[in-house]
């Protein structure tokens, strides 16, 4: 039998104390760690632990109890200017965005997945106060070609977009390379594009190519409008380091593709409701 004390972890180094509770999420941080003690509250009060912020809740029931927007921004707030990367999911407004960008103009990275309400206007009115801005996703959001200029336009140092699931890949239509096009003539900066189930075809993916000169890793899976033979394929071979072809598996994404009934998942269910119900007051001060 041990005659050791038990470790009292409030009285760990702050730096110990925040290179643990970093690694966890905005949300837990907020209506948990933060209230176990006085000690770890100082520390999760520090604008250092919310450099980088993640509200991922996908797999947190209860936090659909709180209000998600007034949480963000308070989390923002306490960045006092340093955040550099965001991610959100499954909620957030254009309100909120551009709450971001006026708060954040260092902002490198910014994700916004399954976001429904936010429009690709209100996008590119945010990322026009980001010129800092190097990486962008926007998934399963609907996105027009003019909305992508105005980004490519505004943030001269974009190096990777994520632009997934659009909503525009219906196969029988018009405009298929929209975003292709806008992309090729506004991001030449761009090494990583990803464009999991976009609906371009050989000519948009001709033009990627040919606008965006330091592309290195491009993934089009389940763009099965591209068909990769002769030239192009030869091309895309000597051109890219990565490149994930449009009938590779999404198995090991954290995205669900799906086409006639069909689906590849990481992470469970597609039957999300894109409104929830976000009663519940909130203070985290």
């Known amino acids: 039998m041990s005659d050791k004390k038990p470790r009292n972890w409030a009285e760990l180094p702050s730096e110990i104390t925040s290179s643990i509770l970093i690694r966890l999420g905005a949300i837990e941080i907020l209506e948990n760690a933060q209230k176990v003690c006085r000690s770890w509250r100082r520390v999760c009060k520090n604008p250092s632990m919310w450099r980088k912020i993640d509200f991922d809740n996908r797999n947190d029931v209860a936090s659909f109890k709180y209000n998600l927007e007034s949480m963000c921004r308070h989390a923002v707030d306490r960045s006092q200017g340093g955040l550099v990367e965001i991610e959100i999911w499954l909620y957030g407004t254009n309100a909120l965005i551009k709450y971001i960008a006026d708060s954040s103009s260092n902002l490198q990275s910014l ?69 292709a096009m806008a992309i090729a003539e506004s991001m030449p900066q761009l090494r990583h594009l990803q464009l999991l189930g ?88």
Do not use: M, Q, W
Request: aromatic share 8%.
């Open 111 to 179: 994700s916004l997945v399954r976001c429904y309400p936010i429009t690709d206007e209100g996008v590119a009115e945010a990322v026009a106060k980001l010129p800092l801005l190097e990486e962008l996703e926007v998934s399963f959001c609907r996105f027009s070609g003019e909305s992508l200029r105005a980004i490519g336009r505004s943030c001269p140092n974009l190096k990777t977009l994520k632009l997934n699931r659009n909503h525009e890949i219906e196969f029988l239509g018009n405009g298929l390379d929209s975003n």
């Open 198 to 285: 976009n609906g371009l075809t050989n000519k948009g993916l001709k033009a990627i190519l040919d606008g965006c000169p330091h592309l290195e890793h491009l993934d089009l899976r389940k763009c099965f409008n591209v068909n990769l033979v002769g030239d192009l394929k030869k091309r895309c071979s000597e051109r890219i380091k990565v490149l994930r072809c449009p009938n590779e598996s999404t198995a090991h994404t954290k995205f669900e593709i799906r086409y006639g009934g069909d689906s590849e998942s990481d992470y469970g269910d597609d039957d999300i409701e894109s409104e929830y119900d976000f009663e519940g007051a909130c203070d985290y001060y």
